[in-house]
């Protein structure tokens, strides 16, 4: 098991942006490719962003392309989420994922990619 923790959810308007973190408590996620998804309310669970082992390839569902920004720091630990230009449809509970492979392809945007799995965040967008 890989205990992942989610933080940085909260409520924001429309057009502002936040950060979401992402962390492992006793176990080292570096040499795991990483991913965040969200999941609306009545939707099913959708890929958002992933990140390779080293962070030197990253993937972007289209629609947050050019507005989100996932990096990690290997060195604590931590993988991110920056969200920038937010919008009200994208309120839902945001998820970090963790492969137990270090590398990502372009078809590394299903659920069943990722084996490990945090509680979620919540992020409210606010008209």
């Known amino acids: 098991q890989v205990p992942l923790v989610e933080s940085g959810g909260g409520v924001v308007q429309a057009g502002g942006s936040l950060r979401l973190s992402c962390t492992a408590s006793?176990?080292?996620?570096?040499?795991?490719?990483m991913g965040w998804f969200r999941q609306r309310t009545g939707n099913e669970r959708e890929f958002v962003a992933a990140?390779?082992?080293?962070?030197?390839?990253?993937l972007y569902a289209d629609s947050v392309n050019g507005r989100f920004t996932i990096s990690r720091t290997n060195s604590n630990n931590t993988v991110y989420l920056q969200m920038d230009r937010l919008k009200t449809e994208e309120t839902a509970l945001y998820f970090c994922?963790?492969?137990?492979?270090?590398?990502?392809?372009?078809?590394?945007?299903?659920?069943?990619?990722?084996?490990?799995w945090g509680q979620g965040t919540q992020v409210t967008v606010s008209s």
């Open positions: 994922a963790a492969r137990q492979l270090g590398t990502i392809i372009a078809t590394t945007r299903a659920v069943d990619s990722f084996q490990y």
């Open positions: 006793g176990h080292r996620i570096s040499d795991r490719a």
């Open positions: 990140i390779s082992w080293g962070g030197s390839k990253t």
